[in-house]
């Protein structure tokens, strides 16, 4: 089941009336949401001074290389900008389009994708080839493999200053910032490509057909923050269903709800 995006786990907590769920409905998606989840638990660890919140950001900086190099991430982020750069100039052809707008987007697309072409080299090369980085990430494997009798030079670096370990950082993430940039673009703009509408799971069960000509690309559940439910999401290419489900005791099994529930939805296609 999908995570909350960095931008509602943002706006959860200035406006906490709802919380929203989403499911990828491809692999791509999956990794752009990972990553968007990653990113924001590093920019939130960064600023933080205790050494405690300075491996926190370190062991996420790992998380976002190693999820970053599986594949070849620039590449598909050009492929996914192409593609919505391609389906949103079909609208021009409509007549209640803002064509001002519509260029505008479509020129931001364009753009990140120059960025990403102008990126020289495999992304994380530099902390591949970072000998500190890469004993961290080694002894990170083993619970509590990172301790000061295990890795003393990263106990040292723990007890520098932390402007120090904040300029360190900078520099280590400085390539994944273009990237960001481009993650939050297509992701945005998927959230966007429609709005959430009022349903009804009977029983706490729904389910979807998905028009097959239609480009899904996520599907999110809205609901009220004070509630004692949530939904699990299952999606394939054909259709989707919502399992509504309560788990007032975590020693015990969630169980699906057995009364109507309401919840707004959103198929994102773009």
Known sequence: MGANNADHTKSRQDVSETITYEQPLNERLRTLLRLEALMARFDYCLPLDSHWDT??????????????????????????????????SRLSREPDVDQVQLDGIIDRQRQQIKKLRGMTGQLGQHLKDNDFVNALRQRSSIPGGTCDFDLPAYHHWLSRPVEVRRRQFEQWIAPFREVQEAIDLVLSLIRNSTTAHAELARMGFYQQNLDLSQPYQMIRVELPANVSWFPEISAGKHRFTIR???????????????????????CCAL
Do not use: W, Y
Request: aromatic share 6%.
């Open 244 to 266: 509504f489900l309560s788990q007032p005791d975590l020693d015990n099994r969630a169980r699906q709800l057995q009364q109507d529930i309401e919840f707004r939805l959103a």
């Open 55 to 88: 491996h926190c950001a370190l062991v996420t900086l790992m998380e976002i290389f190693q999820l970053s190099t599986r594949g070849d991430l620039k590449s598909d982020l050009m492929k996914e900008l192409d593609r919505e750069i391609g389906n949103l």
